[in-house]
């Protein structure tokens, strides 16, 4: 047996493989998560370490179950931010802060070099619940491309998407500065606003302004948390001056307003509401109108007021009057300035509730407040971004099913249904060219799905209309799949307040994906500046039968009718 | 029995051993051709030749992204198909894999090395192999080479230049890079020996091979592009003319005759054509994807907006009937031919139609055009335009561009010399090439080469307003940002290069990529 082994031994000795890679050296990739791999660059980064570990948020960070994407200001960013916050040390800063600081520099998701670069808003928020948002310094000055990329406008991005093992780690040569101030807070820290300051804490509204999210309880006890977003039309001390007013006891004369200051009847308190409106708009928003307009009417928090504003070839106005040909100027510069909870412009009048002349108004019936809140918090969920009225690449339908915020605008009625639709819901429509135009050329790239049965009832407020005798028409899609009720229509009652109407929707549309309108009332009076109520009845049976009913609205549109 | 256990047990080792590392003892060298078993006849030069071809053949749709989509003229619809999206969003890194890969350049410069290497020997060899049929093969190894090297200085601008194949081990891998000037002066020189022995052919036997191979004509045509992106103005126009004003009865003509304007693809090889590269389904089975990924059945690229709207005032100031350039030849809208005012995509026709209206070829082998005369005619007008400014001069360059314009059926230029600028005359020109060459892989280098001429002159003008205004789908401030940047011009080395080949250097405008 010896014998055959020694014989084995031999040929393997004889046959034994030589390693072809024997003197090659390959390269072995280490990988960390995130912090760890910030501590492997401890010459650089210590400093905002020791921010993570203050603020407790250092292991979060390192979490391998999790991806994130951290923003990582240098030590020298670090210094200079210390240094602005005349703070000796980390430990200095309050650690509230510290940590709304971290918050604001880490989002929960990977965004790739790819994704980052296209620029613009980031499609994930930061754990703050904020959108940063990426820009390029195109002014050909510095060297540019991947070497001038800006994180808010703020801070230079030193390395793009460095991969960790739980995301990507971008560096900064800068601090961000996070957003935490609300509407109130902006005015509280500027002086020059204090009367109108005064006149927001005498009536109450600080409170509304100072939130940031509230909280909704959902039919079965389950919370929705809502972001709130205001939009100010802030009055300084000096533009009050010039209107002979010096003090909250100047303004509540100018304005004839009794004591009881936080009653909603109180002229000072509406004063107010009447420079508020319940969401974010930047100038671009309100100087955005419907093809042809150069006027749009906005409801303001006042009830039954509404302000104008205007783009007279190039020159832009708030509430232009027509008999004095004048109008409010926005203060340049003072514009757009930005709250955690919504934007603030100084207007150069103090503004006074005013009714503007009656307009062609168009209301998109999925425009309001909290539907916006719902829809965006539905595309953080799904990684989208904000995607109330953008189109996106494909079309979303999100259902608005027991949710108090939303109920609260649309009172609905509920029968059975056959169709696989939600029975009350938002449809983001798909755009094929970056969202320039969408599928269905919808107003605002968006429309509500009506799908509640037969008999089955939705109403809703209008936005506040000035007196006078309107055409109301309906505008609202098609489709292929709503051909049975191409021919011939679907019957719906609607009405505006009393007066009622009965009308086959889809009669005259073809069955081909578009936006098509129709007559509701050939003439309503209205016979003071008010919201109304809109009601649509589903009068066809097949809205329980059929498997494809639904109506998408896309918008009202109110054309004021001259005697 | 327990000896047959034995047996048994040591044959089960002994087979074992046998079949361990079986290649290793087998396989003769993969990485060292067998020089002295190869080069014997003349056949075997004109075989590595003909691979020279097949590989720059095979690079087309490398050539047709490069030169295609970052001028914004042309764009990929699909994200994450290979069809080159990182290029259009100036986002290239050299991980980018192929899409930055030169490896298919170096590939058809392996062959002409080998050629130009081992011709002398063979001709020892063989004795059929005559003195001028092997001066004649040069000339098509030294063209093949060149144009290699000009695909390369275009898109990398800096490179290693490798001069000699790589046929055994001993030649060391790791060569740095060459600077931009070094690779041109070699591309001219390479040019200029295959011109001067005068071995170059006019025409081939087979009439695809006269487009199909290097012609005299095609030596010709690309110095005339090397010097005027190396903005050598003179000896341009000499190169031009060499094949303008050309007598032999073999030579390329421009064909003036609107109606045959579509023969230039189909069916191809055409008077017109200087040298494309040649596919035939029929003959050869050799099929490629030019009228799939472009086309109007789901293809992969179209025009961008702002190049839609080109065509379709091209498509107005000639009308449809008479619209031999643009709708139906260039492109096809999305709606119907008489609604083409409504289109929202341009779809590329070049390589789908056969014919006026709507017709479409049935086999997928277009060829891909590299020079043709209209291209020779217009680089000699911008030649002529920068060369002097003198009224003669401008004349000949507006005769030249209105002689294209003319047979696509549209008006003549009337420019008043006296007071345009040279910018308004090399815009006249830009226009003409963007319209004549549409999708023919040459957009992105006329922008860059306008652009950066004169020390970047007209760079904003040219260059970078002109793929903002283009561009599709790129944020306009992150365009401003890459091309105001020299380096970003250039496409990085790839990775695996730079792994392979340690005396490379990236360009310093990718080195802070991760």
């Known amino acids: 047996m010896k014998k055959y082994l020694l014989f084995c031994m031999v040929f393997l000795i004889v046959f034994s493989c030589d390693d072809p890679y024997e003197n090659d050296n390959f390269v072995v990739y280490d990988l960390d998560p995130a912090a760890t791999y910030l501590e492997s660059r401890q010459d650089e980064f210590s400093k905002w370490i020791d921010i993570l570990k203050y603020a407790d948020l250092y292991n979060a960070v390192n979490q391998a179950s999790k991806s994130f994407t951290l923003f990582v200001p240098n030590n020298d960013a670090v210094d200079a931010f210390l240094a602005k916050n005349g703070a000796a040390s980390v430990t200095d800063l309050d650690p509230e802060y510290a940590k709304a600081l971290v918050r604001f520099h880490v989002i929960e998701g990977e965004i790739s070099q790819k994704e980052f670069l296209i620029g613009g808003k980031l499609t994930k928020t930061t754990i703050s619940g904020d959108y940063l948002s990426v820009s390029f310094d195109d002014s050909g000055d510095a060297e540019g491309g991947i070497n001038s990329v800006y994180i808010n406008d703020e801070a230079l991005v030193n390395e793009l998407a460095n991969t960790v093992t739980n995301g990507f780690v971008y560096t900064l040569n800068d601090v961000l500065t996070p957003l935490v101030e609300t509407v109130y807070d902006r005015l509280n820290e500027n002086e020059s606003y204090s009367i109108f300051k005064e006149a927001v804490e005498a009536t109450g509204w600080d409170e509304t302004l100072n939130t940031v999210y509230d909280t909704v309880q959902t039919e079965f006890g389950g919370t929705t948390v809502l972001k709130k977003n205001y939009t100010m039309f802030v009055v300084s001390n000096s533009t009050f001056g010039d209107a002979g007013v010096s003090s909250l006891a100047d303004l509540a004369q100018k304005v004839e307003a009794s004591a009881d200051y936080e009653s909603s009847d109180n002229a000072l308190n509406q004063y107010v509401a009447y420079h508020l409106l319940s969401s974010s708009k930047y100038i671009t928003d309100l100087l955005s109108f419907s093809e042809g307009d150069s006027t749009a009417i906005w ?36 514009t757009d300035m930005p709250a955690k909870n919504g934007i603030l412009h100084e207007v150069d009048s103090y503004m006074p509730v005013f009714a503007p002349a009656p307009r062609t108004v168009i209301w998109d019936v999925a425009d309001y407040d909290d539907v916006a809140s719902v829809v965006n918090e539905y595309g953080a969920s799904q990684e989208l971004g904000d995607i109330y009225q953008t189109a996106q690449s494909s079309e979303y339908w999100i259902a ?3 949710n108090d915020a939303i109920e609260s605008y649309y009172n609905l009625k509920v029968n059975s249904t056959s169709a696989d639709y939600p029975q009350l819901g938002y449809l983001v429509t798909k755009s094929s060219d970056g969202g320039a135009t969408n599928s269905y050329g919808a107003y605002k790239n968006d429309m509500l799905i009506v799908n509640l049965g037969y008999l089955g009832t939705v109403s809703m407020k209008s936005p506040v209309l000035l ?13 292929g799949s709503l051909a049975p009720f191409v021919s011939g229509g679907s019957l719906c009652k609607v009405s505006l307040d009393q007066t009622n109407n009965e009308v086959y929707v889809y009669d005259g549309a073809a069955a081909s994906v578009g936006i098509y309108d129709m007559v509701l009332f050939d003439e309503v009076d209205f016979e003071e500046t008010d919201s109304h109520e809109f009601k649509i009845v589903l009068l066809d049976s097949r809205a329980t039968t059929h498997n494809k009913y639904r109506l998408q609205l896309d918008y009202v549109k109110f054309t004021p009718i001259n005697d | 029995m327990m000896k047959k256990i034995k047996y048994i047990f040591l044959l089960l080792i002994l087979a074992f051993q046998f079949t361990a590392c079986n290649d290793w003892l087998t396989v003769l060298p993969e990485n060292e051709q067998v020089s002295d078993e190869y080069w014997t006849s003349k056949e075997e030069v004109e075989a590595v030749l003909g691979s020279g071809y097949v590989y720059l053949r095979d690079a087309y749709q490398k050539l047709f992204m490069w030169g295609e989509l970052r001028g914004g003229s042309i764009y990929s619809r699909i994200i994450g198909g290979g069809y080159g999206e990182d290029l259009q969003s100036f986002q290239v890194t050299p991980d980018d894999g192929d899409l930055v890969s030169w490896a298919p350049l170096y590939k058809v410069i392996n062959m002409s090395n080998s050629v130009i290497a081992n011709a002398e020997t063979v001709m020892q060899r063989d004795e059929t192999f005559d003195e001028a049929v092997m001066n004649s093969y040069l000339t098509e190894a ?41 690779i041109i002066a070699q591309i001219k020189t390479d040019i200029a020996t295959a011109l001067e022995t005068g071995a170059a052919k006019e025409k081939f036997e087979e009439d695809w091979a006269t487009k199909g191979r290097a012609t005299k004509w095609a030596l010709h045509a690309l110095m005339a592009d090397v010097c005027l992106w190396n903005e050598d103005y003179p000896t341009a126009i000499l190169h031009c003319n060499e094949v303008l004003d050309a007598s032999s009865a073999f030579r390329p003509v421009f064909v003036t005759d609107p109606t045959k304007w579509i023969e230039l693809y189909y069916p191809g090889n055409s008077n017109g054509s200087i040298f494309e590269l040649n596919w035939d389904d029929i003959t050869f089975d050799q099929t490629n994807e030019l009228s799939t990924a472009m086309g109007n059945a789901a293809p992969a690229y179209t025009y961008t907006s702002q190049m839609l709207l080109d065509w379709i005032d091209e498509t107005e100031e000639t009308g449809v009937d008479y619209a031999v350039r643009s709708i139906y030849g260039s492109y096809i809208p999305d709606v119907d031919g008489d609604n083409y005012t409504d289109a929202n ?7 789908s139609g056969i014919g006026f209206q709507e ?8 060829n891909f055009i590299i020079y043709r005369v209209a291209d020779v005619m217009l680089m000699k007008a911008e030649a002529m335009i920068l060369n002097s400014s003198d009224v003669q001069s401008w004349t000949v360059a507006v005769e030249l561009i209105n002689k294209v314009r003319t047979r696509s059926n549209l008006p003549e230029i009337e420019p008043v010399l006296a007071e345009v600028s040279e910018a308004d005359m090399l815009a006249f020109v830009l226009h003409e090439r963007n319209m004549e060459f549409a999708a023919e892989g040459k957009r992105w280098y006329d922008l860059l ?10 760079r904003n003008q ?19 940002s890459v091309l105001n940047t020299d380096d970003a011009l250039y496409l990085p080395i790839e990775t695996s290069e730079l792994e392979n080949n340690r005396l490379l250097v990236q360009n310093p405008y990718y080195q802070v990529l991760n």
């Open chain 1, 400 to 402: 608005f099913h027991d």
């Open chain 2, 449 to 458: 080469r306008m652009g950066k001429r004169n020390d970047f002159k007209y």
């Open chain 2, 345 to 351: 995509i341009g779809y590329i026709w070049k390589y």
């Open chain 1, 299 to 334: 409801s303001t928090l006042a009830p039954k007021q509404v302000l104008s504003t205007h783009d007279f070839s190039g020159s832009y106005y708030v509430n232009y009057d027509v008999a004095t040909s004048s109008g409010i100027g926005l203060v340049s510069d003072k």
């Open chain 2, 142 to 182: 030294y063209f093949l080479r060149a144009l290699s090297y000009f695909y390369i200085v275009r898109n990398w601008r800096d490179a290693p230049l490798i001069l000699e194949p790589y046929e055994t081990d001993k030649i060391s891998y790791e060569k740095a890079n060459s600077s931009e000037a070094d």
């Open chain 1, 467 to 479: 007196k006078g005798k309107y055409k109301v028409e309906l505008y609202y899609a098609s489709a």
């Open chain 2, 359 to 366: 017709q479409q070829r049935v086999e997928n082998d277009a």
């Open chain 2, 462 to 480: 040219f260059l970078v307003e002109t793929v903002v205004n283009y561009n599709n789908t790129a944020n306009p401030a992150w365009v401003r």
